[in-house]
C-alpha cells in the first residue's frame, strides 16, 4: 500500500460491498453501443474491463435508456426488453458485469431517462414536466399520473433486470438536464400540482423513481445517483447549488452515493459538464463539498476534470467527498489505480482535456456544421468513424475503431531501431518498440526531450498536463531505451549506426507564406513562446487553433491582438467543447478577429490586406506573426531515403498535424515492426 494516498487508497464498504479504494471510473460510452455499433463491441467491453484490472473500486457503463419509447436516447436503435431476463441481449448487457467484477471491482450500470431532451424520432411522444413546444419543434407532454406511474414501472423493471445480469448496482444519471434534473429544476419544471413549487414537491417525482428502482434491484445492490450541481443557464429559476443541496438532503439516505457532475449535456462545456485545459481541475470539489455537508448517510463522489491523484487524495482528506470520479481520466489512463498503488504516480498519463475523445456538442455561436468547413473528406471520415471515439492524445492504445495492445500479432523478429528525434512522436515510438521487445535507441539534438511542445507547454499555464505528458513520456523512455541528447543525428552517424530500421522524428518547421509580398516581415508564431512580448499590439495572420491559442497567450501577457484570417470561421479544426472554451476566452480576453482578408502584402509592422467587396485595409501593429502553416523539417530523411536503409518519417515529418496524431501515428508506425 502507498502510504502517501492513504484517504484515497481507503476500502469502505457501501451496502455490504467492499469498495477497495475510493475512486471510481465513471460512464464513457452508451452501453447500447454494443449493439448500434457491433463492430466495436469488444472493445467496448475492454473500455470497462482495463479500468477494472486499473484498480479502481467502481467501473460503470455508459448510459441506456430505462425505455425505447418516450425515454428513447440517440442511437438506441436496437430496443432491449428489459422484462426477459435471459437470451441474447441480457447476455450481452451481463458481460459488462463479468467483465468488471473479474478483476474485483464493483459494476454498476448506467441508466438514464432524458425527459423533455429526449431523442424524438418519428412517432415517439416526448415527455417532461412541464407542457411546450421545443426549439425542433417537438411538442413536450406533461406528465400526468398515469405516464409517472409508467416510468416508475419501466425503472423498477430495469433495476430487475440489472440485478439478474450480475450488476452490484446501477448509477442512475438524474443529472445532465435529465429526467429527474428537469423536476428539480425550477427552470424547467413551472408545475402547480404536487410536483412543482416547493422544493419537496420538486423532489418528489425523483424520489418516486429512485423508490421503484430499489424495488427492481433488492434491497442489497447500490444506488448512486449522477446528479449536477446546477442547469449552468441564464434562464429564469434555472436550479442553483442550492437547489441541489436542498434536493441532496430530501433524498438523503434513499441512494448510497451522490454523485456531483454539472450543468446540461448540450451545453457541456458553458455549463460544466465538460471542462477544458483553461479550467481549474475539480471543477465540483466545492459544490461537492456543500451537498456532503448536509447528508448524514448518503456518501458524496464528485467528478470533473480530475486527473491528478495527489489532489484526488486532498479532496478524500479534507472531506469534500467520499469518492472521486474519473470520466475521461479513463481513457488517458486506465491503469491509474494501480500506479498509485505502485508507488509510480509520476507515470500517469493524465488527461490534457482536449475533448479528442469526445467532441460534445455544437456550442458556440458561431460553430457550424462539419460539413462546412473546409475539412478533406478524408479528416472528415477520421474524426466522425467510431474508430476516433475515445481515441486520446495521450493514450495511443485507446480508441473503439484499433486492435488493443495486448492483441496485437507477437513479434517474431525483434530489431535494433534508431529513432532520431525526441518529441511526443520520437518519444512515444521509442517507447512502443522497446515494449515490444526491440533494441532501441532515441538520438536528440537539443538538451532536452519534448521539441516544441516542450517549450510552449512550459511557457503556458494551460498547458501544464501537456507538460506533464512530455515529462511522462520521457520517464518512461529513459526506462527502456537508450537516449543521446545534445547531438545531431548527421547522415553519418545514421548510416555508421546501422540500425535495422531507422525513425525520423524531427517535427516541423514554419512555413513561410512566401507567395505574399514581404513575407520576411512577418515572425514565426512559434516565436510567441520563445520571446514573449509583453503589453504589445500584435497582429497573427492565421486563424488555426495553435493560432488562436497563441493569441490566449499573448492576450494573457497584455498584448493587444487581432488575429487576420483568410476563411469565416477560425479554428475549424475544433469541435463543440474544445472550441467553445477556446473562443470563449478569446472572446473575454478582447481578442479581435478580421474576417475573409486577402494578405496583399507586408511591410515591416504593417499588413496590407483587400477584402470580397475590393475595398483595402492596411492594419499596423508591433509585431505581425506568421500561422499560415507549418512543413515537414524533413531534409534528413529525404537526404537518406535512397541510401538504402529502413527508413521512415514519423509524427510531424510525415504530416504536420495534432499532438494526438503525431503519438497514435508513431505507435501505429512501431507495432507492425517485427510480425
Ligand atoms: C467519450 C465520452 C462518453 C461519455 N458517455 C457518457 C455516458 O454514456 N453517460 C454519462 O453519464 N456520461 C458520459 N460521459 C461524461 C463523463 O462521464 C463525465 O461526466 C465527463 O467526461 C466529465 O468528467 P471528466 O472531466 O472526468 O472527463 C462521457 C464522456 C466521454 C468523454
Ligand atoms: S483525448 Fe484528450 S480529453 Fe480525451 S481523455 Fe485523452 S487527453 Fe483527455
Known amino acids: 500500500m502507498n502510504s502517501s494516498y492513504p484517504n484515497l487508497l481507503n476500502p469502505i464498504t457501501v451496502r455490504g460491498h467492499e469498495y477497495r479504494n475510493r475512486v471510481e471510473f465513471g460512464p464513457t460510452l452508451f452501453a447500447h453501443s454494443i449493439f448500434t455499433i457491433p463492430e466495436i463491441k469488444e472493445n467496448v467491453y475492454r473500455m470497462v474491463e482495463d479500468r477494472a484490472k486499473g484498480g479502481a473500486a467502481t467501473v460503470s457503463t455508459g448510459e441506456i435508456c430505462v425505455n425505447f419509447e418516450e425515454g428513447i436516447t440517440d442511437f438506441a436503435f436496437h430496443k432491449v426488453d428489459y422484462s426477459k431476463l435471459s437470451g441474447e441481449d441480457f447476455d450481452a448487457l451481463s458481460e459488462y458485469a463479468s467483465r468488471i467484477k473479474k478483476h474485483g471491482a464493483i459494476a454498476l450500470f448506467e441508466v438514464c431517462h432524458e425527459g423533455c431532451a429526449a431523442h424524438a424520432p418519428e412517432g415517439i411522444s416526448v415527455w417532461g414536466p412541464d407542457e411546450f413546444t421545443r426549439p425542433d419543434g417537438v411538442h413536450v407532454h406533461a406528465l400526468d399520473r398515469k405516464m409517472m406511474r409508467k416510468i416508475c414501472r419501466d425503472f423498477r423493471t430495469f433495476g430487475e433486470f440489472a440485478s439478474a445480469a450480475g450488476f452490484d448496482g446501477v448509477l442512475l444519471h438524474g443529472g445532465h438536464g435529465f429526467l429527474l434534473q428537469q423536476f428539480v429544476s425550477g427552470g424547467t419544471n413551472h408545475r402547480s400540482d404536487r410536483y412543482g413549487g416547493s422544493a419537496e414537491n420538486r423532489a418528489r417525482f425523483p424520489k418516486q423513481i429512485i423508490r421503484a428502482l430499489r424495488k427492481g434491484l433488492g434491497p442489497d445492490k447500490i444506488i448512486e445517483l449522477r446528479f449536477s450541481a446546477q442547469d449552468g443557464v441564464d434562464v429564469p429559476g434555472a436550479m442553483t447549488i442550492d437547489d ?5 438532503r430530501l433524498i438523503d439516505g434513499l441512494v448510497d452515493i451522490f454523485h456531483v457532475s454539472n450543468g446540461l449535456k448540450e451545453k457541456g462545456n458553458s455549463t460544466g459538464t465538460f471542462s477544458s485545459h483553461y479550467d481549474i481541475h475539480g471543477v465540483n470539489v466545492e459544490y461537492a463539498r456543500r451537498i456532503k455537508a448536509v447528508l448524514k448517510k448518503t456518501l458524496v463522489s464528485v467528478i470533473g476534470g480530475l486527473n491528478d491523484p495527489g489532489q484526488c487524495e486532498e ?11 474519473f470520466g475521461r481520466q479513463g481513457f488517458a489512463d486506465p491503469d491509474f489505480v494501480n500506479k498509485v498503488i505502485a508507488g509510480k504516480a509520476d507515470r500517469i498519463r493524465r488527461c490534457v482535456r482536449c475533448f479528442n475523445c469526445y467532441p460534445g456538442s455544437i456550442e458556440h455561436p458561431s460553430d457550424i456544421d462539419f460539413n462546412e468547413r473546409g475539412l478533406t473528406p478524408e479528416y472528415l471520415k477520421k474524426i466522425l468513424s467510431p474508430a476516433a471515439m475515445g481515441r486520446c492524445t495521450v493514450n495511443p492504445d485507446s480508441g473503439f475503431g484499433r486492435v488493443p495492445y495486448d492483441c496485437l500479432p507477437p513479434v517474431k523478429e525483434y530489431k535494433k531501431i534508431l529513432v532520431v528525434g525526441g518529441g511526443p512522436a520520437g518519444m512515444q515510438a521509442a517507447i512502443t518498440a522497446s515494449q515490444r521487445g526491440h533494441d532501441v535507441t532515441l538520438i536528440e539534438k537539443e538538451q532536452q526531450l519534448g521539441g516544441t511542445v516542450r517549450i510552449f507547454s512550459e511557457k503556458d499555464p494551460h498547458k501544464k498536463d501537456l507538460l506533464d505528458f512530455i515529462n511522462v513520456l520521457e520517464k518512461d523512455l529513459r526506462d527502456c531505451a537508450t537516449v543521446i541528447t545534445g547531438q545531431a543525428a548527421t547522415p553519418e552517424f545514421i548510416t555508421g549506426f546501422a540500425a535495422d530500421i531507422t525513425l525520423i522524428a524531427t517535427g516541423s518547421v514554419y512555413k513561410e507564406p512566401v507567395k505574399i509580398a514581404g513575407y520576411e516581415n512577418l515572425t514565426d508564431i512559434r516565436m510567441a513562446y520563445e520571446n514573449t512580448p509583453e503589453g504589445k499590439s500584435v497582429i497573427i495572420l492565421g486563424g488555426g487553433m495553435s493560432a488562436c491559442e497563441t493569441a490566449v497567450f499573448l492576450a494573457e501577457h497584455g498584448c493587444r491582438v487581432k488575429m487576420i484570417i ?18 470563449t476566452l478569446m472572446e473575454k480576453l478582447g481578442v479581435a478577429i478580421v474576417y475573409e482578408a486577402r494578405f496583399k502584402s507586408i511591410e515591416p509592422g504593417v499588413v496590407n490586406c483587400v477584402f470580397p467587396d475590393d475595398t483595402e485595409t492596411a492594419f499596423s501593429a508591433d509585431i505581425i506573426y506568421g500561422a499560415l502553416g507549418s512543413k515537414p523539417q524533413d531534409e534528413l530523411y529525404r537526404e537518406l531515403i535512397l541510401s538504402g536503409l529502413q527508413i521512415f518519417a514519423i509524427g510531424d515529418t510525415a504530416c504536420p498535424g495534432r499532438i494526438v496524431d503525431a503519438v497514435h501515428g508513431a505507435y501505429d508506425r512501431v507495432i507492425g515492426i517485427g510480425t
Open 244 to 248: 441541489t443541496v436542498e434536493f441532496a
Open 566 to 583: 483568410r476563411s469565416r470561421f477560425v479554428a475549424k479544426e475544433l469541435f463543440g467543447g474544445a472550441r467553445n472554451a477556446l473562443l
Open 315 to 325: 479532496i478524500i482528506a479534507s472531506g469534500a467527498a467520499d469518492f472521486v470520479a
